[in-house]
């Protein structure tokens, strides 16, 4: 059982960063793609960033140019730099690892940018 434990989340102004982590519990090598996701309060989930095993990434056009993903293959940990944060970018952030044909999530960690 793969095990993924996001940190970073809080309380921020808008305009500000913050940087989230997730932590795998196996080596990153073994995983095909990490991916973030985010809830909004009364919003369906959505995707915002995915990374490949290859480093290839790719985002929802609502973070481009603003969110960065990044892993740390030593440390076995996929980052999201998320920069300009907004008030709509409020929301419970989740990674995602796909391994194979299974999926693993995250139990979330909470990001508030408030106006």
């Known amino acids: 059982q793969v095990q993924l434990v996001e940190s970073g989340g809080g309380l921020v102004q808008a305009g500000g960063s913050l940087r989230l982590s997730c932590a795998a519990s196996?080596?990153?090598?073994?995983?095909?793609?990490v991916q973030w996701h985010r809830q909004a309060p009364g919003k369906q989930r959505e995707w915002v960033a995915t990374?490949?095993?290859?480093?290839?990434?790719n985002y929802a056009d609502s973070v481009k140019g603003r969110f960065t993903i990044s892993r740390d293959n030593a440390k076995n940990t996929v980052y999201l730099q998320m920069n300009a944060l907004k008030p709509e970018d409020t929301a419970v952030y989740y990674c995602?690892?796909?391994?194979?044909?299974?999926?693993?999530w995250g139990q979330g960690t909470q990001v508030t940018a408030s106006s």
């Open positions: 196996t080596s990153i090598f073994s995983i095909n793609l």
């Open positions: 995602r690892a796909l391994i194979g044909t299974k999926s693993y």
């Open positions: 990374i490949t095993s290859g480093g290839i990434t």
